[in-house]
Nanobody, 119 residues
Framework: QVQLVESGGGLVQPGGSLRLSCAAS????????MGWYRQTPGKQRELVAR???????NYADSVEGRFTISRDNAKNTVYLQMSSLKPEDTAVYYC?????????????WGQGTQVTISS
């Protein structure tokens, strides 16, 4: 079975840093694009950062310059390094794995990890 397990969430003060990790199993990790999404009550889930199987990255405007996504294919893990954190970054952060061959799209999600930015 496919599993994406997030970790590293917690409470941090504004201006602080935090690193999230997502460990994947049950997939050929290196062939998947990996992403981090976040969601708060009453809002749609939004893309935070994404990294393709080739290593190209994309970021939401709100986190550009503050967050860095990276992957370690040997460990089947994707990371989100978050710096200069703001209260607006408070959300549940979800890990996503996506692969799109010709026949269909494969799309998997982790359970989420809470990130709270507060003084």
């Amino acid at each position: 079975q496919v599993q994406l397990v997030e970790s590293g969430g917690g409470l941090v003060q504004p201006g602080g840093s935090l690193r999230l990790s997502c460990a994947a199993s049950g997939i050929t990790f290196s062939t998947y694009a990996m992403g981090w999404y976040r969601q708060t009550p009453g809002k749609q889930r939004e893309l935070v950062a994404r990294i393709t199987s080739g290593g190209s990255t994309n970021y939401a405007d709100s986190v550009e310059g503050r967050f860095t996504i990276s992957r370690d294919n040997a460990k089947n893990t994707v990371y989100l390094q978050m710096s200069s954190l703001k209260p607006e970054d408070t959300a549940v952060y979800y890990c996503n794995a996506q692969r799109t061959p010709v026949i269909r799209t494969y799309d998997y999600w982790g359970q989420g990890t809470q990130v709270t930015i507060s003084s």
